[in-house]
């Protein structure tokens, strides 16, 4: 009070005169009594020059700063907004709890700003008896800890904006009781775990901001927030399905998460929308170019996922687009006329595509069809009369991702001559196996392909036997050939997604045959891939003819495969994202499977099958990261267009085709060998000089220090990796790597040490679970193996 007899205000003379005045006066010093103790609490003289003792008539409107402002109503301040520009927490002897018990002493407040203040601390459970409370905003603070229950009491909340803090843990369940609730805004915050499905209820929702935040999982349905009109939900690891939203959406920005399906179709009626980004994740399948024609479109940003599907030069767009960003997908045909402009207000990018134009750079065609899968039949079968002997190697690939999983098949076709000189016989066993594959090549041993009996061993865990299927199951599966079952096409024909009568999903490749022939000439072709069955392959489950009706040749062959769910092994391993990330041991657990499979390939059947040209890529993960190998090399012999095989030849090879088994075997570890570096390093590696500098790198850091290996590796195993573990597997990748293939270990060294490295973890893990422990770990015998193989 003493104060305020210093002030010289003609208000107060005026309100001493009226009693009831008198008593909002009290009131009022009593007002900015508190106030000054907040700015005590907040320890606040430099930013606020003229926030001192002399501004008692703070609802007179003048104590208004850059950093001050408040609102009163009544003689009761009803809005506080204090703005500091504290980069660091207050002192130590700051409590965020009676600072909080100070502004409840503000029952009116309505509006309350407390940014950059450098608050630190929970946020305590008093700020419910602030009953009025609107809207608040408390960004940039320090404050941590979980959203108190008692924030749920506040029953006029309309937006609550807690950006730039530390606050974590769980979204809670109790958010619908805040119903009217308009603008939830947590960016930047360190909360985690799932979205509460009742997320879904709180209708007046207009702004949803949970960007860069460590929230995972499915988008609870959202569709019937009528009101919505901004959801950012970038940089967390949410996915794999697009969100169920309303069609109100001005701005969606789903950025740098983990979504791996195919654009829903009903975008295209979200006439409000402004903004899309969608870039940097794992969405697959078509894109709809009528996103470009959108009426409210002006950002449109799919850069960074696999998005398929030709553009045309006649398409249209909205004249109001000021960027459009492309990049980075798997487009195809040639740029829309409407996005190539003069107006320099615009930004548009289409790079590393596989369009037609010079403008930016792009893909080689092959690159955006990596991913489809076709079996080719033989292009020239003229050509082939001439040659006595041929191979034909029929890739198979099948990549699914959750929507659209595509699959190739490219058709390589390379001759070999026949020469006389004799294989050696240094080759371990398994080589063996191939050697007497390559003695013959002809139709007989093939036909009698078997997996040899060490196959059994590995089994085909939960597999139906290969059957044939009949085009009516086949047309049941699809829909008829729905276009919404299809999930890519190319030049060899379409891959479609199928339900089979017991529920289960199918990729099903359709081959379009040019040519006639009967299915007496598939009996082989069908035969191998029908045995290219194991755990770590991407297995067929059957085929179908489609015979035409006049001569009965065949017109079109199916092809059903296991559907594999959580798409590739990149897209696990993509640069640096933390989120989506597999930790060391499921890299472990995925390599191994990897191996397994190509152990297989080259030894479960005869012939073996070489040269496979593994990349992270071909190798998809099911629903428990076991690791499927999708693209392998199927040698078959051509038995379409009646080959003869001179009987002058059988029993004899030459040493050009001994070399190139030789090779086959060891191109395969390479491969195995760019992969491991991969999830050593978590980024991708497409070029082979990039391969080249990776080894060297890894090179130095096994003879440097720990500390060097861990400054190389990715950033998320860098914690758990166990150093001897990590050691490991860098000395076997860099074994693989050998320029000489000679000198590359082989498939069965590759898997005693990736296994010994899996088991040393495996120890530690336990040992630092459990003191108790159990017997610890067989790691001698292991270890002397590994050593014996350097
Ligand atoms: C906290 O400590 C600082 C000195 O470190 C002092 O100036 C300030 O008055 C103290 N604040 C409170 C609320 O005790
Ligand atoms: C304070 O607020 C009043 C009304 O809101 C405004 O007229 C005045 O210019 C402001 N003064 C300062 C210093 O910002
Ligand atoms: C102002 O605050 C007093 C005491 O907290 C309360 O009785 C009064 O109703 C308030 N006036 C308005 C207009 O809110
Ligand atoms: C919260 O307040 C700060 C400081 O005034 C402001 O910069 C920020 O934009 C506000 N946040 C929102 C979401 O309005
Ligand atoms: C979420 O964060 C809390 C605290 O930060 C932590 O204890 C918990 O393990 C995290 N949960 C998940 C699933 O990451
Ligand atoms: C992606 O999001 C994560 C957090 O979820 C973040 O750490 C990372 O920096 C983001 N990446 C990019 C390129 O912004
Ligand atoms: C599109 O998104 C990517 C990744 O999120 C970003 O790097 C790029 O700058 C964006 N493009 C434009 C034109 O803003
Ligand atoms: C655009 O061009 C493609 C082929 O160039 C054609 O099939 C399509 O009908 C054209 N669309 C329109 C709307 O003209
Ligand atoms: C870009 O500039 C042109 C002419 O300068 C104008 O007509 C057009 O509306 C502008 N577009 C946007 C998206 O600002
Ligand atoms: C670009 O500008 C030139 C000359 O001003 C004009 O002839 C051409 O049609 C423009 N191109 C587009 C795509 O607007």
């Known amino acids: 009070m003493a104060n305020r007899t210093h002030h010289p205000s003609v208000f107060l003379v005026v309100i001493t005169i009226l009693l009831s005045i008198y008593q909002s006066e009290q009131r009022q010093s009593q007002q900015s009594l508190i106030l000054l103790r907040i700015q005590q609490i907040l320890n606040f003289p430099v930013e606020s020059s003229n926030w001192n003792n002399n501004h008692l008539d703070f609802c007179k409107g003048d104590s208004n700063s850059s950093s001050l402002t408040v609102v009163c109503y009544e003689g009761n301040i009803t809005q506080l907004h204090i703005i ?6 207050l002192a130590k002897n700051f409590s965020m709890d009676s600072f909080v018990k100070t502004l409840t002493r503000l029952p009116s407040l309505k509006v309350l700003t407390l940014a950059s203040l450098g608050l630190w601390g929970s946020l305590p459970d008093k700020i419910a008896r602030l009953q009025s409370l609107e809207i608040v905003n408390v960004s940039s603070n320090f404050l941590y800890g979980a959203l108190p229950r008692e924030v749920s009491s506040l029953s006029n909340l309309q937006t609550l904006i ?12 109790w958010l619908d009781s805040l119903s009217t609730l308009r603008v939830l805004s947590l960016k930047n915050n360190v909360f985690n775990g799932s979205l509460p499905n009742s997320l879904g209820s709180l209708e007046n929702l207009r702004i949803l901001s949970l960007s860069h935040n460590h929230f995972f999982g499915l988008v609870p349905d959202l569709s019937q927030l009528t009101n919505l009109q901004v959801l950012e939900l970038d940089d967390n690891a949410f996915g794999p399905q697009f969100p169920r939203l309303g069609n109100k959406l001005v701005t969606l920005v789903l950025r740098n998460n983990s979504f791996r ?5 009903g975008l295209s009626s979200y006439f409000q929308l402004e903004q899309f980004d969608i870039s940097s994740n794992t969405f697959v399948g078509p894109f709809q170019p009528s996103l470009l024609s959108l009426p409210s479109i002006t950002y449109l940003n799919i850069s960074g996922n696999r998005l398929t599907g030709k553009l045309f030069e006649n398409l249209s767009c909205n004249t109001q687009l000021e960027v459009v960003d492309l990049s980075s997908n798997l487009l195809t045909g040639s740029v829309p006329k409407c996005l190539i402009s003069n107006f320099s207000n615009r930004t548009i990018l289409y ?3 596989c369009l037609e134009t010079r403008n930016q750079i792009q893909q080689p065609a ?19 009369h001439k040659e006595k002997v041929s191979k034909v190697v029929i890739s198979l690939g099948i990549v699914g991702g959750t929507l659209a999983g595509v699959a190739l098949a490219l058709l390589t076709f390379f001759l070999v001559r026949r020469g006389n000189s004799r294989r050696r016989m240094k080759n371990p066993p398994t080589r063996f196996i191939s050697e007497n594959a390559a003695s013959g090549y002809t139709s007989k041993l093939l036909s009698e392909a078997r997996y040899i009996s060490q196959t059994k061993k ?12 009949s085009l009516e199951e086949i047309e049941a599966a699809t829909n008829y050939f729905d276009t919404a079952s299809l999930m890519s096409e190319d030049s060899y024909g379409k891959m479609y997604r199928g339900q089979l ?15 006639r022939y009967s299915t007496q000439n598939f009996a082989h072709h069908i035969e191998l891939i029908s045995k290219l069955r194991h755990r770590h392959l991407v297995s067929a489950l059957g085929h179908c003819f489609e015979c035409s009706l006049e001569d009965s040749s065949v017109s079109k062959i199916f092809l059903v495969f296991e559907y594999i769910p959580n798409g590739t092994l990149r897209s696990w391993i ?3 994202d933390t989120m989506k990330s597999m930790s060391w041991i499921q890299r472990l657990g995925a390599v191994t499977g990897i191996a397994k499979g190509v152990q297989f390939l080259h030894t479960g059947i005869v012939p073996g099958v070489y040269s496979n040209n593994i990349n992270a890529e071909d190798v998809l993960l099911d629903q428990n990261l076991v690791a499927k190998i999708c693209s392998y090399n199927l040698p078959l012999l051509s038995n379409i267009g009646k080959i003869q095989h001179g009987s002058s030849s059988s029993g004899s090879k030459n040493s050009s085709m001994k070399k190139s088994v030789n090779y086959e075997d060891k191109s395969d570890i390479y491969h195995l060998g760019v992969i491991l570096l991969e999830l050593i390093l978590g980024r991708a590696i497409i070029l082979s000089k990039d391969a080249d500098a990776f080894k060297e790198l890894l090179q130095a850091t096994i003879v440097a220090d720990e500390e060097a290996r861990r400054s190389i590796i990715d950033p998320a195993i860098r914690k758990e990796c166990l150093d001897q573990s990590l050691k490991t597997m860098m000395e076997i990748c860099v074994r693989c790597l050998t320029k000489e293939p000679a000198e590359r270990p082989s498939i069965e060294d590759v898997l005693w040490n990736l296994q010994f490295a899996a088991q040393v973890q495996d120890a530690w893990r336990g040992d630092s679970q459990s003191s108790e422990g159990g017997s610890p770990p067989a790691l001698s015998p292991l270890q002397s193996r590994r050593v014996s193989f350097h």
């Open 84 to 89: 500091g520009d504290r980069t660091s927490p």
């Open 162 to 173: 807690l950006d730039n803090n530390l606050f974590s843990g769980r979204l809670p369940n």
């Open 261 to 265: 399906t195919g654009i829903p179709a």
């Open 351 to 353: 790079a590393r595509n």
């Open 366 to 384: 092959p690159f955006c069809h990596t991913e489809a899968l076709a079996v080719g039949i033989l292009p020239d079968i003229k050509k082939k």
């Open 458 to 469: 590995f089994g085909t865990v939960g597999l139906p036997s290969y059957r044939s299927f």
């Open 501 to 515: 009568k017991n529920d289960s999903l199918v990729a099903i490749r359709c081959i379009k045959l040019k040519k």
């Open 574 to 576: 993509s640069d640096g």
